[in-house]
């Protein structure tokens, strides 16, 4: 018999609301889905933090029939049966009792059925096939989800072969499970998700995407993003990391990099998994950028992930000078703490000595850069006291040889910010131009563009 105690659930007023009303019209109003599960889970830890906001609600109302009984509704997905009921500043999913009829392993045609049982009985696994009935107090738990949860054990729904196959996205999403809640998975259950792997491949790179960062959201998620590696499914989607996976090492030391990430910031947690896959700053940002464009992600996230791929090493350390600071700081720009926060996940994935070491090192590194960027020094060519057309003026034809001498005034000012000043850059500017030494090789840094190479952190792992 189960320890765990329906009585104790103590979801949102707003859904209590919501489930009575459907219950005085004379329908069924039952709490399903992973705000329930999780709740289960909480409860099994005597952990004391909220319920989740988020429950969803199943019932045999039609969604007409939910759309006429609440005045404000939004129909999110009335063809899979699924309508919002806004309550307040709160909202309750509510689905109309499904069952599957037919499926590609990517989509599912489903029609209404007439019990929880049947609804129940189409989803993924033991642990999201518990329905609680707010009226009666009932629990209905026909596959042992309860006491898989007591277990710590994840576990299909019937054939897990014919559950993988009905959507291959169930495959991450038992990852994503297993990892969470450290659960080890039912023999046939593994069995399954290996052979169901290559089913991945059919899934859409949004709905890859939307999984990935769900696992990357979780307080540690390594544990998840391991079961990607170990169970063979980084080839379709993530095919960068697996010579990274392949040394199972140094995977791990990433991994538990990515953990040391907080969890809030996913975008660096995601940036902190790919900076180990390559060992140039060309090499990570065209990791980054492979990645992120085959799972669709927007545009500034791409573009965010790319930068601070590149911007990892090179770094800058303690003693380097305050100009080193600047150009460092020219190159990051807004994204200089969040690449710190790339190097302080390294540090702190070591052991306890390393780690202590590494991060004072950071901390007086961060420290001095941090002095700097409060000072606003002039760090790019629009902080400068000159312009393309002030050169023009002083004879120079337009070109790129314009932009070429406002990168060496900017070089003199990185070093100097004191030089920021409109009649200095100007008499620098006829200097150089009378002297004829601008050239394409004059370029500052060589051409490269690039920051200094300056220091490589303890603790680093690239």
Do not use: C
């Not at 005045?71 to 500043?89: A, F, M």
């Not at 030391?253 to 940036?271: I, Q, S």
């Not at 941090?370 to 023009?392: C, F, H, K, T």
Request: proline letters at 6%.
């Amino acid at each position: 018999m189960t320890g765990l105690d329906p009585g104790r659930l103590a979801p949102p007023e707003g859904f209590r609301r919501t489930a009575r009303r459907l219950e005085r019209a004379g329908f069924e109003a039952w709490g399903v889905g992973g705000s329930l599960r999780d709740t289960f889970v909480l409860q099994l830890l005597g952990d004391t933090v909220a319920n989740p906001p988020e429950w969803d609600l199943a019932t045999d109302a039609r969604p007409d029939e939910v759309m006429e009984l609440f005045r404000r509704t939004v129909p999110v997905g009335v063809s899979h049966g699924t309508v919002r009921v806004l309550d307040g500043d709160e909202h309750v999913e509510v689905t109309t009792f499904r069952r599957d009829v037919e499926t590609d392993g990517r989509h599912a045609r489903v029609v209404f059925a007439s019990s929880i049982e049947e609804d129940l009985g189409r989803r993924d696994f033991t642990v999201n096939a518990i329905a609680w009935r707010p009226a009666s107090g009932h629990v209905r738990d026909p596959y042992g989800g309860l006491a898989d949860i007591e277990s710590g054990i994840l576990r299909a729904v019937g054939d897990p072969g014919a559950r993988f196959r009905e959507d291959y996205l169930r495959v991450l999403r038992g990852f994503r499970f297993a990892g969470r809640f450290g659960w080890a998975v039912e023999p046939g259950t593994d069995e399954a998700l290996r052979e169901a792997v290559d089913g991945l491949a059919v899934l859409s790179a949004e709905r890859v995407r939307e999984e990935l960062m769900k696992v990357l959201g979780d307080p540690n998620p390594s544990a998840g993003l391991d079961l990607y590696a170990t169970r063979g499914a980084l080839a379709h989607w993530y095919p960068e990391l697996l010579g990274l996976a392949a040394d199972r090492g140094a995977w791990l030391a990433a991994l538990g990099a990515v953990d040391a990430v907080p969890a809030r910031e996913l975008k660096v947690r995601l940036a902190r998994l790919v900076v180990s896959a390559a060992d140039t700053p060309e090499g990570r940002a065209e990791v980054a950028e492979a990645l992120l464009s085959r799972l669709r992600f927007s545009n500034a996230d791409r573009r965010h992930v790319t930068r601070l791929s590149r911007l990892f090493l090179p770094f800058v350390g303690p003693t380097d000078s305050a100009a080193e600071h600047r150009r460092w700081l020219a190159s990051a720009g807004e994204a200089w703490e969040d690449v710190f926060a790339l190097h302080f996940a390294g540090a702190r994935a070591e052991e306890a000595e390393r780690a202590e070491q590494a991060e004072r090192y950071l901390e007086a590194t961060r420290e001095r850069v941090r002095r700097e960027w409060l000072d606003e020094p002039p760090l790019s060519l629009a902080d400068l006291a000159v312009r393309g057309d002030d050169l023009i003026e002083l004879g120079m034809s337009p070109g790129p040889l314009v932009r070429l001498l406002l990168e060496e005034l900017l070089e003199q000012v990185l070093e100097d910010p004191g030089r920021n000043d409109r009649a200095r850059l100007l008499g620098e500017a006829g200097r150089l131009i009378e002297m004829g030494v601008l050239t394409e090789a004059s370029r500052p840094g060589g051409g490269s563009g690039g920051p200094p190479a300056g220091d490589e952190p303890p603790g680093s792992d690239a």
